[in-house]
T-cell receptor, first 115, second 113 residues
Framework: DQQVKQNSPSLSVQEGRISILNCDYT??????FLWYKKYPAEGPTFLIS?????DKNEDGRFTVFLNKSAKHLSLHIVPSQPGDSAVYFC??????????????FGQGTILTVHP | KAGVTQTPRYLIKTRGQQVTLSCSPI?????VSWYQQTPGQGLQFLFE???????NKGNFPGRFSGRQFSNSRSEMNVSTLELGDSALYLC????????????FGSGTRLTVV
């Protein structure tokens, strides 16, 4: 079963505009959420995270929003830059239960930022 | 501060052989996890080690095994290789576990022919 879902396989945005990447989860035990960026033939690079006790976390151009009741989180990138073009993965973890010690990843969204 | 180092970067093996992949975590990180990335299945959790103990294991057959040494370095082994084992194998390290965020290595690209 896919506990973390990124329903948009791809997203295309103009440079300078906002990019919004979405992620849904089903496991109520998840209490920590992360976004990673990945280039081909490289490992994922950590971008930003959020604990389930918060609903928003900002770091420069990146903001993550968490809606626990909807089991939904989103990553906003403002303004988008061509260098942001990559695959973005949403991931979730839980302190306890069968998810302990591991990240569960979504399938990824390919972001393309056009100059 | 050195990142997570995985060796080798690329590997070609024949069906039926076995393979050992190595991972050196960031200094001070005690949790090491392994993931398999394939086009069809995405990033899938293999196992996680903390202080030489396996704390969690994903849904992979027993041909996939791992271990962690006292210096936190980790190895994973795949025996009796199958064509479907061709993938990018990623190692990640963290101070204590997933809720502290993981730093990933660049991966080992395994091709089984």
């Amino acid at each position: 079963d896919q506990q973390v879902k990124q329903n948009s396989p791809s997203l295309s945005v103009q440079e300078g505009r906002i990019s919004i990447l979405n992620c849904d989860y089903t496991n109520s035990m998840f209490d920590y959420f992360l976004w990673y960026k990945k280039y081909p033939a490289e490992g994922p690079t950590f971008l930003i995270s959020i604990s389930s006790i918060k609903d928003k976390n900002e770091d420069g151009r990146f903001t993550v929003f968490l809606n626990k009741s909807a089991k939904h989180l989103s990553l906003h990138i403002v303004p988008s830059q061509p260098g942001d073009s990559a695959v973005y993965f949403c991931a979730a973890s839980a302190v306890t239960g069968t998810s302990y010690g591991k990240l569960t990843f979504g399938q990824g969204t390919i972001l393309t930022v056009h100059p | 501060k050195a990142g997570v180092t995985q060796t080798p970067r690329y590997l070609i093996k024949t069906r039926g052989q076995q393979v050992t992949l190595s991972c050196s975590p960031i200094s001070g990180h005690r949790s090491v996890s392994w993931y398999q990335q394939t086009p069809g299945q995405g990033l899938q959790f293999l196992f996680e080690y903390f202080s030489e103990t396996q704390r969690n294991k994903g849904n992979f057959p027993g041909r996939f095994s791992g271990r962690q040494f006292s210096n936190s370095r980790s190895e994973m082994n795949v025996s009796t290789l199958e064509l479907g084992d061709s993938a990018l194998y990623l190692c990640a390290s963290s101070l204590q576990g997933a809720n502290y965020g993981y730093t990933f290595g660049s991966g080992t690209r395994l091709t089984v022919v």
